[in-house]
């Protein structure tokens, strides 16, 4: 079992979440690209979006970094941030209701295979996750401290 269970992709919420990020960071977000095909390259047009890539500066303990964001119609979500030596994941997995792992979880840069129960509150839609993440990150990059990533307090 994977993220999505075999959902489709959500392309509108994809899309949308981009359009959060942007609105919210202006011009901290320097480069986004879309993912239109399985095994494509990154590209400027949301032809048919499989995921994004936000490039977003300043980052947590480097000078920038990016997210991949995916979602798939079933409401299962991935936001995958990744900078020179850190990296860390909030994620909405379904298949995971029958399992130790939680459905909303938290992969910290500490332990990116480690499964924690996340800070970011269930069934919200594409925007509100967004922002939540959005201000998890904001909280950790203000800082330089990666270990407040997953401290806020059902956010945003």
């Not at 609105?23 to 990154?42: A, I, M, Q, S, W």
């Amino acid at each position: 079992m994977a993220v999505g269970s075999g959902s489709p992709i959500d392309q509108d919420a994809i899309i949308s979440a981009a359009n959060v990020f942007q609105d919210r960071l202006g011009d901290c977000v320097y480069e986004v690209r879309f993912k239109n095909t399985r095994h494509g390259p990154y590209e400027a047009d949301p032809i048919s979006p499989r995921e994004v890539r936000l490039t977003v500066s300043p980052g947590i303990s480097q000078k920038g970094g990016y997210f991949d964001i995916q979602w798939w119609q079933n409401g299962d979500y991935k936001y995958h941030y990744r900078e020179n030596g850190l990296e860390f994941r909030f994620g909405r997995e379904g298949d995971n209701a029958g399992t130790s792992d939680p459905v909303r979880h938290f992969h910290p840069p500490s332990d990116p295979s480690q499964h924690l129960q996340s800070c970011i509150g269930p069934d919200h839609p594409p925007e509100r996750v967004t922002l939540a993440v959005i201000a998890c990150w904001f909280a950790a990059a203000e800082t330089g401290d990666p270990s407040l990533l997953n401290s806020q307090n059902n956010p945003p």
